[in-house]
C-alpha cells in the first residue's frame, strides 16, 4: 500500500515537472513574440511618422508653388506659417528667394495687388507695349523738332544774309564817299593855282565833307554793331528755345489734369507722382482752358497764363510714380473741378527746376510788411529755384542768368526809401530785361500757382424771436491749416 502511494506521488511529481517545463517554454515563446510585435509596431509607427511629416512638406511646398504661381495666393502670416512647417528647407527657401528678386526686378510699376509669376507676363507685356508706344512718339516729337530747328536755322541764315547785304552796302557807301573825297581833293589840288584867292573856303569845304563823311562812316560801324547784337541776341533767344523743347514743354503747356473727382470728400486724383518730383503741400491752380490750336502739325495746349483760374488744389498724398490724390482749397460753385480740367503752377515743370529771381516789396497779405522768405519757401515747395533777391538793404544776393524763366516784381521802392534798393530794383529789372527774361507779378505768380490765403473765421448765429440766439446755433468753418 506504502508502495503504491510512493509510485503515484512520483508520477504526479513528474507530471507536474513536465507541465512546469512546458508552461516556461510556453511563457517565454509567448513573450518573445510579444515583444518581436512591440518591435515592429513602433517601426511601424516611427514609419508612419516619416511618411506623414513628408506628406506634410509636400502639401507645405504645394502650397509655396502654388502661391508663387498665382492659384492659391497666401498672406504674409500664413507663409511665414508654411515657412516653419517646412523645417529649413533650403531648395523652397531659394524658390521664394528667387521669386521676391523676380517680382521686385520684373514687376516695377505694377499697379494690381497680386503679383505672381502668372500675372507677370501679362504686366511685363503692357510694360513693354507702353515703352513701344514712348519711343514711337518720341520719335515724332523728335522729327517735329528737327523741322523746327531746320525753320530757326533757315532763319538765322536769311538774317545773316541780311547783315551781310547792310555791311556791303556800308562799306560800299563808305568807298563811294572816299571815291568822292579823292576826286575833290584833286580838283581842288589842280585848281589851287587858279582860285587862290577862295582857298579858305576850299579848305572849310573840304574839312567839312571829310567830318561828314567820317560821322556817316561812324554811324554805319554804330547800325552795323547794333545788328551784330541783335544778332547775338537773336542767337541767345534760339538757344534758350531750343533748351526748352529739349524738355519736350513749354512754358505755356499745363502740368497734368485731373484724373478722378470726389465733390463729397473735396478730394480730387491728378496725373503726376513721384516720377514727376510731385510732394506733399504742392499746391497748383486748376484751369479752364481754351480750345487746342495745331501749329506746324504739331498740337499744342497754349492759353495756361490768359486762362481763367476755376479751383485750387494741394497734394496730400502720393499714390505712385504717375498719381496723387489732393484737396480742394477753393472752386466755384457754379463751375466746378470736374475730371479733364487741366491744373498749372510757374514754379513746376517736370523733370527740371524753374527758375525765379524776386525784386520789389513781396507783401502777400497787404499788411505792409515783407513776406519775402515766404514767397521764396513758397516757390521752393513747389519745385522751383530762386537764383537772385533783392534784400532788404539793397543788395542782390545771387546771379540772374539765361536760364532764370521768371523775374517777380514786388511793390516798387519809393523815394522814401534808400537808394540802394533803388537802384538795385533797377540793376535787377534792366538786366532781366537784357536777357529777355519774363516779368511777372506777385499777384499773377501766387494765383497761377494756386495759393489760397488763409481766412478769418466769422462765427454765425440763427436769429431768434427775441433777436438773440445761441453762439453754438451754426458751427464756424474752419479756415485752410497753414502751410
Known sequence: ??????????????????????????????????????????????????????????????????????????????????????????????????????????????????????????????????????????????????????????????????????????????????????????????????????????????????????????????????????????????????????????????????????????????DLGSADGIDRQMIFSVLDLPDLEVDDHVQKETGVTKSKVKGRIEVTRVMDAHSAEARVLEDELANPIMKGDKIYSPSFRKGRKVRFALAGMMDMDKDGKSDQTQVKALITMNGGVVDAELLDDGSIAGTLTGDTRFLVKGDRPTDKTNQKLIDGFTAMTGEATRLGIETITLDSLLDRMGYVPDRRVVPMSRPSATGDAPSDTFRPRTAPAPR
Open 1 to 270: 500500500m506504502a508502495s503504491r502511494e510512493s509510485q503515484g506521488l512520483q508520477v504526479a511529481l513528474i507530471l507536474f515537472v513536465m507541465v512546469t517545463v512546458v508552461l516556461a517554454v510556453t511563457t517565454y515563446l509567448y513573450f518573445r513574440r510579444a515583444e518581436e510585435n512591440v518591435q515592429r509596431y513602433l517601426a511601424k509607427a516611427e514609419e508612419a511618422k516619416r511618411e506623414k511629416d513628408t506628406t506634410m512638406k509636400l502639401q507645405f511646398e504645394n502650397q509655396i508653388l502654388k502661391h508663387i504661381l498665382g492659384h492659391e495666393r497666401k498672406t504674409e502670416a500664413e507663409l511665414n506659417s508654411i515657412k516653419q512647417g517646412l523645417g529649413g528647407n533650403k531648395q523652397i527657401e531659394q524658390i521664394l528667394a528667387d521669386y521676391d528678386k523676380h517680382m521686385k526686378m520684373y514687376g516695377a510699376g505694377y499697379g494690381g495687388q497680386d503679383l505672381s509669376y502668372t500675372t507677370l507676363p501679362e504686366h511685363l507685356i503692357t510694360a513693354i507695349n507702353a515703352r513701344n508706344k514712348n519711343l514711337v512718339d518720341a520719335d515724332a516729337l523728335a522729327k517735329n523738332l528737327e523741322r523746327e530747328r531746320e525753320n530757326v536755322r533757315r532763319a538765322e541764315a536769311a538774317r545773316a544774309a541780311k547783315a551781310e547785304q547792310s555791311l556791303a552796302a556800308v562799306q560800299s557807301d563808305a568807298a563811294s564817299e572816299r571815291e568822292t573825297f579823292n576826286a575833290d581833293r584833286t580838283r581842288i589840288t589842280e585848281e589851287s593855282a587858279k582860285i587862290a584867292a577862295i582857298l579858305p573856303q576850299k579848305n572849310a569845304m573840304i574839312t567839312k565833307t571829310t567830318s561828314e563823311a567820317q560821322a556817316k562812316q561812324e554811324e554805319m560801324a554804330r547800325q552795323l554793331s547794333q545788328v551784330s547784337t541783335l544778332l547775338e541776341s537773336e542767337k541767345e533767344r534760339r538757344a534758350r528755345l531750343e533748351q526748352d523743347l529739349g524738355f519736350g514743354d513749354t512754358y505755356e503747356r499745363p502740368d497734368g489734369e485731373v484724373t478722378l473727382v470726389n465733390s463729397r470728400a473735396n478730394t480730387v486724383w491728378i
